[in-house]
């Protein structure tokens, strides 16, 4: 009996497991949509052939806050390239006006977590959270895993290489 307790309980957790991690690096990428701030569609689908970090931050988060910078000055090094950045923002929509005075900052793009589908990266709980697709659409940083922040020398060892692929 108390094995088939520990099997179920083995079980269990597994799921939790892949239920709040659902991406793996290596494997195809789950698809985002957002409605950005400026209204426009966006789909990690529609950008394939582009390198996309898709990063989940709030105005209320400070390390996301502090990594904002590195993300724009990389973005403005790097967008003739092929780099599109995404930043979903776990926001409430009562909230968009906060959302738009930190992004006026910001050329990449950027939407509220509740005008976006992206249901494949499990339940966002932790931010900053950030991953990194290839050309290809394939998963190379789950952000799940490793250190939480992002600055230009980690952009520098896991973008960059994936730009100068082609």
Known sequence: MASMIRLLLLVFLAGIHT?????????????????LLDGKSFSTESVKGEVVIVNFWATWCPPCRQEMPAFESYYQKHKNQGLRIIAVSLDEPADLAKVREVM??????????????????????????????DRKGV??????????????PLLDKIVTPLLEEK
């Open 104 to 133: 006026r900052d910001y050329t990449f793009d950027a939407a509220l977590e509740s005008e976006s589908q992206h249901k494949g990266y499990g339940r966002i709980w932790r931010l900053p959270l950030t991953f990194v697709i």
């Open 139 to 152: 998963l190379r940083k789950d952000g799940w895993y490793g250190a939480a922040g992002i600055d230009l």
């Open 19 to 35: 239920s709040a991690y659902a991406v793996e690096e290596g494997k195809l990428a789950p698809l985002l949509t957002a409605k």
